[in-house]
């Protein structure tokens, strides 16, 4: 068919820890994905840029579309990082289609609960509790790993860590888990500074699942970290209005294992998420 009677529609989803493509043609079912690079606009705009054009090139090839093809797309774009509507339209100017870029709240509560009311945790290396209630939509906390993004997955590296340094110094008992973290970083508590000083919120993500996996076996300082993040989830949730009865969803590479930490009633009314963040980009592109 020729260039001009079909577009290509392209979804993503980026994050700390990296960015999810989807695309297909606007008179086709047929959907390809690719994955890319972290793509945090706050934390390092340009590795971010860097992330979503080489993912945007990637999902492109494998529709086969030509240059010219991928100038004449729709994409609708939503990365960690980005804060308003401004900072997202600077972001999108940037990029070699036309695209709506913005945060990825929207992108993760539309996706998991489609058009009805509900609350989600979308945790991966940052950490989003959002609640939606009568199209009203309200959110608590992630705003970027410096201050905030309680409960991610580089919330609880570094909280694991500084676990490690209260074992070291007599404060708490050594578990497992703290023990071999120690080995990995030097064997003595400079080896944790000395890393500490250059690591980004990826570096400290990296240790989540071996954290969740350790917890699940009874680690005492991973299961302590859970559960000290798992408490925060839950005044957290009551922040956007959960209430018991209420739908929940739990999303992202480290939200799903809190399942079992959080209070009964969150625990009660967990739900599937409709559809994933970057599919409901990929259903937004198609309207844009």
């Not at 009677?5 to 390809?32: H, K, N, Y």
């Not at 929207?106 to 989600?120: C, H, I, W, Y």
């Not at 120690?182 to 954290?211: H, M, N, S, T």
Request: hydrophobic residues 50%.
């Amino acid at each position: 068919m020729a260039t001009g009677t079909r577009q290509l529609l392209i979804g993503i989803d980026g994050g700390g820890s990296g960015c999810r493509a989807a695309a297909r043609w606007s008179d086709g079912p047929q959907v390809f994905a690719a994955t890319g690079g972290p793509a945090n606009a706050t934390t390092d705009r340009a590795q971010a840029l860097s992330s979503v054009r080489a993912v945007v090139a990637r999902v492109a090839a494998l529709a086969g579309a030509q240059a010219a093809e991928i100038a004449a797309a729709r994409a609708r774009i939503g990365l960690a990082g980005i804060m308003d509507e401004a900072m997202g339209r600077a972001f999108a100017e940037l990029l070699p289609m036309r695209a709506e870029v913005g945060g990825d709240l929207e992108l993760q509560v539309g996706g998991a609960l489609g058009s009805g009311d509900g609350f989600v945790l979308a945790i991966g290396t940052g950490t989003i509790v959002a609640g939606r209630t009568g199209g009203r939509l309200r959110r608590a906390g992630g705003w970027g790993f410096p201050l905030s993004d309680q409960a991610s997955g580089a919330d609880l590296g570094r909280a694991v860590l500084r676990r490690v340094l209260l074992c070291e110094d007599g404060i708490a008992d050594h578990s497992g888990l703290t023990r071999a973290l120690l080995a990995e970083l030097g064997g003595d508590p400079r080896g944790l500074v000395a890393f500490a000083v250059g690591a980004k919120a990826e570096d400290y993500a990296r240790f989540a699942p071996r954290i969740v996996a350790a917890a699940a076996a009874g680690d005492t300082q991973a299961l302590a970290a859970m559960l000290e993040a798992a408490a925060y989830l839950d005044r957290a949730l009551t922040a956007v209005g959960f209430r018991p009865g209420a739908r929940l969803c739990l999303m992202g590479g480290v939200g799903p294992a809190y399942a079992p930490y959080l209070a009964s009633a969150a625990q009660a009314t967990l739900i599937a998420p409709a559809a994933s963040a970057v599919d409901h980009a990929l259903a937004l592109a198609a309207a844009l």
